[in-house]
């Protein structure tokens, strides 16, 4: 399940569409005057050319305007666009380790707690020391090294079968002649 938590709003992206949106429509007032007052300064025919000069000026600069809040606006909708397949990706991986590690549970830590103390299955025999406890002293001298222990998985104690006693060897019976 996915985080209920809020989230918190992304105050700068805000600003940038509140921005974006503010230049394009200052940029567009500003074309629509210009224009306007070029209009009205050719049909009056004016001799000076300093306010038909700034009419195209702030024509060109309301053109620039709607052309940067516009990019603004792109921008902005490409940020929106990545942010929300971030959230996206982000839930579902969420999901996914939520599902893998079956943390339902109360704590959430069930797997975590079974791996680090892994407890034996009932009737299962404590594995054999690797060490034998008995005096070392009771060794043979000549006797070999011991070859070193491998841990392996722990089986059953199990204890060897105990192998038949030998026979006393008895002699060769010489032939009795009768």
Known sequence: MTSTTPRKLNLPLIGLWVASVAIVVLGVVLTF???????????????????????????????????????????????????GAADRRHAESVLAVDEFFDLDEEDGLDVLEAERAPAAAPGVAAAPALVDEAAPEAAPATAAA????????????????????????????APTEK
């Open 33 to 83: 005057t210009a224009n306007a007052a070029q209009v009205a300064y050719y049909t009056e025919q004016v001799a000076d050319p300093a306010p038909i000069l700034a009419a195209q000026s702030n024509t060109t600069l309301g053109g620039l305007l709607i052309a940067v809040g516009v990019l603004g606006l792109v921008i902005s909708l490409a940020t929106q666009a990545i942010i």
């Open 146 to 173: 011991p070859a070193p222990a491998v841990e392996t998985e722990a089986a059953p104690a199990v204890e060897p079968e105990a192998a038949p006693a030998a026979e006393p060897a008895k002699a060769p019976e």
